[in-house]
C-alpha cells in the first residue's frame, strides 16, 4: 500500500518569510496528487492538485506545488507568508490502483507570527 | 450546492450510549469516506464507500463501529457502544469518484464527539 511522508511536523515561520513543506509519496505508478489545508476549527479545504501536464502547479492564496515524479516529491510552496496562513497542512495521495482513495500524510502546523 | 452536510456539528454522550452520525454527499458524486481526525493519531480513514458499497472497511476500529449507506444521499457511522477514547472530529468527504478529477475530495464541517 503506498504511503505519504510529511517530514516537518511543526514549523513556526515570521511573516514574510518563504515556506517549503515537503511530501513525499510511496507508489511508483500513475498518481493524483492533492494539498489540503485546515484552518484552526475548521474543515480540510483543497488549496491545490496535480493530475497531469505541467508539474508546477498554482492553487489558491499565492500557494504554488512541484511535482518531481523521480523524486516522489510534490512540495508546496508559498513565496511569503501571512499570518493568516497559520493552518495544518496535509498532502493527500490517489494511487492508481487504490480507486478513489486519498491517502493523507500526517499534517504539517505552521504557525506564522506576526 | 451546499457541499459535504454533516450533523449533528458537536455531539457530548456518556460511556456506553450509542452515538450516530449523519452524512449526506455532493449530489452527483458517488463516493463518500468518513475520516477520524484526533492530536494523537491525526487524519485516519475509517471506512470508503463506491456507489453505495463498502470498498475499504479496514481503517473502522473494531466492532464498535459500523458505517452505512442506504442510499446515494445518506450515510451513518454508529458507535455502539461509545467510549471516552472515541472522543474525536469525525469527517465525511465525498467526491465524484469517475473521469479526470474525479478523486478530490470535498469535506464536510466535522462532528465533534466528546464521549464523558
Known amino acids: 500500500a503506498q504511503s505519504v511522508s510529511q517530514h516537518n511536523h511543526h514549523v513556526i515561520l515570521s511573516e514574510a518569510a518563504s515556506l517549503e513543506l515537503g511530501c513525499n509519496y510511496s507508489y511508483g505508478g500513475t498518481v493524483n496528487l492533492f494539498w489540503y489545508v485546515q484552518y484552526p476549527g475548521q474543515h480540510l479545504q483543497l488549496l491545490l492538485k496535480y493530475f497531469s501536464g505541467d508539474p508546477l502547479v498554482k492553487g489558491i492564496k499565492g500557494f504554488e506545488a512541484e511535482f518531481i515524479k523521480s523524486k516522489f516529491s510534490f512540495n508546496l510552496r508559498k513565496p511569503s507568508v501571512q499570518w493568516s496562513d497559520t493552518a495544518e497542512y496535509f498532502c493527500a495521495v490517489n494511487a492508481d490502483n487504490a480507486g478513489n482513495m486519498l491517502t493523507f500524510g500526517g499534517g504539517t502546523r505552521l504557525m506564522v507570527k506576526p | 450546492d451546499a457541499g459535504v452536510i454533516q450533523s449533528p456539528r458537536h455531539e457530548v454522550t456518556e460511556m456506553g450510549q450509542e452515538v450516530t452520525l449523519r452524512c449526506k454527499p455532493i449530489s452527483g458524486h458517488n463516493s463518500l469516506f468518513w475520516y477520524r481526525q484526533t492530536m494523537m493519531r491525526g487524519l485516519e480513514l475509517l471506512i470508503y464507500f463506491n456507489n453505495n458499497v463498502p470498498i475499504d472497511d479496514s481503517g473502522m476500529p473494531e466492532d464498535r463501529f459500523s458505517a452505512k449507506m442506504p442510499n446515494a444521499s445518506f450515510s451513518t457511522l454508529k458507535i455502539q457502544p461509545s467510549e471516552p477514547r472515541d472522543s474525536a472530529v469525525y469527517f465525511c468527504?465525498?467526491?465524484?469518484?469517475?473521469?479526470?478529477?474525479?478523486?478530490?475530495?470535498?469535506f464536510g464541517q466535522g462532528t465533534r464527539l466528546t464521549v464523558v
Open positions: 468527504a465525498s467526491s465524484l469518484g469517475q473521469g479526470r478529477g474525479g478523486t478530490e475530495a470535498f
